[in-house]
Nanobody, 122 residues
Framework: QVQLVESGGGLVQAGGSLRLSCAAS????????MGWFRRVPGKEREFVAAVRRSGGSVYGTDSMKDRFTISRDNAKNTVILQMNSLRPEDTAVYYC???????????????WGQGTQVIVSS
């Protein structure tokens, strides 16, 4: 089992930055790919970014790749999502996930945090 706890969400003006953190329990953190998804009411969970066990990263869209950076610290069992140049359309609940594969499909991820709200005002 892996337990995930997100932090760092909040309210920010358009153009601002936020740094989301996800702290994972357990000794097998380095065995998992770590990812971030987001959800807005009425829509499916959207893939944002993932960092593989090897450290390689993948992003959901070119816009996310240009503005967001995902990283992991295996010594601290932490994954970070640095979000810059935020836009109102980035408003969502952001979820941390752990899985054996860095898939863009939410159903393939094994463990989930409770989510942290991000609100970007225009």
């Amino acid at each position: 089992q892996v337990q995930l706890v997100e932090s760092g969400g909040g309210l920010v003006q358009a153009g601002g930055s936020l740094r989301l953190s996800c702290a994972a329990s357990g000794r097998t953190f380095s065995s998992y790919a770590m990812g971030w998804f987001r959800r807005v009411p009425g829509k499916e969970r959207e893939f944002v970014a993932a960092v593989r066990r090897s450290g390689g990263s993948v992003y959901g869209t070119d816009s996310m790749k240009d503005r967001f950076t995902i990283s992991r610290d295996n010594a601290k069992n932490t994954v970070i999502l640095q979000m810059n140049s935020l836009r109102p359309e980035d408003t969502a609940v952001y979820y941390c996930a752990a899985g054996l594969d860095s898939s863009t499909k939410a159903l393939t991820w094994n463990f989930w945090g409770q989510g942290t709200q991000v609100i970007v005002s225009s």
